[in-house]
């Protein structure tokens, strides 16, 4: 495992945009999945986007339209952009990637959707 640093979070305005990016220290080696999972008070983990390595993308039901996840593979870098955000969106974002059989996880990033 390494540590996954996430930053671009933050507090912004209903229909609003974000970026977040999700870095390791370095290169990582056989990734297969990459995800964010947001999580909210009383809620359990929940994955808002998925990457697998052959490209393939999955939403949730409540971000798809809205949310885009993609990847830099040069730097192993992933993001997640978040257009037309809602309230419900407030919660801790935390990125995912499954590299040699073993997943990395993020801090949390908190991103708060308010007027």
């Known amino acids: 495992q390494v540590h996954l640093t996430e930053s671009g979070g933050g507090l912004v305005q209903p229909g609003g945009s974000l970026r977040l990016s999700c870095t390791p220290p370095?290169?990582?080696?056989?990734?297969?999945?990459m995800h964010w999972y947001r999580q909210t008070p009383g809620k359990q983990r929940e994955s808002v986007a998925g990457?697998?390595?052959?490209?393939?993308?999955s939403y949730s039901d409540s971000v798809k339209g809205r949310f885009t996840i993609s990847v830099d593979n040069a730097k192993s870098a992933l993001y997640l952009q978040m257009n037309s955000l809602k309230p419900e969106d407030t919660g801790v974002y935390y990125c995912?990637?499954?590299?040699?059989?073993?997943?990395?996880w993020g801090q949390g990033i908190q991103v708060t959707v308010a007027s």
């Open positions: 370095g290169t990582l080696f056989s990734i297969t999945d």
């Open positions: 990457l697998t390595a052959g490209g393939s993308t």
């Open positions: 995912n990637i499954i590299h040699l059989g073993l997943a990395s």
